[in-house]
Nanobody, 121 residues
């Protein structure tokens, strides 16, 4: 099984910064990608940023130029540096990893428990 542990959420004023971290552990054979999603009240969960094992990144248009996703492959850890935060960034942020536990198994998506990010105006 794969376990994700997130940290770094909290309350910040508009214009401020936060850094989220997510460490994957367990019987991991390989990870294809790690990323962050968010869900605001009354809205669907949406992709924020994604990074593949090769370092390719993908960002939601709403966070481009403000958020940066990085990854430490040796530690199976992904980070999300969030700058110039806006009230509309307020949401529960979920870590996601696409991983497999053996060479013969397909990749599955695993999710963290979520961490609250609140940006006050």
């Amino acid at each position: 099984q794969v376990r994700l542990v997130e940290s770094g959420g909290g309350l910040v004023q508009a214009g401020g910064s936060l850094r989220l971290s997510c460490a994957a552990s367990g019987s991991i054979f390989s990870i294809a990608a790690m990323g962050w999603y968010r869900q605001a009240p009354g809205k669907q969960r949406e992709l924020v940023a994604l990074i593949t094992s090769g370092g390719t990144t993908n960002y939601a248009d709403s966070v481009k130029g403000r958020f940066t996703i990085t990854r430490d492959n040796a530690k199976n850890t992904v980070y999300l540096q969030m700058n110039s935060l806006k009230p509309e960034d307020t949401a529960v942020y979920y870590c996601n990893t696409r991983a497999r536990v053996s060479l013969t198994q397909r990749y599955y998506d695993y999710w963290g428990q979520g961490t609250q990010v609140t940006v006050s105006s």
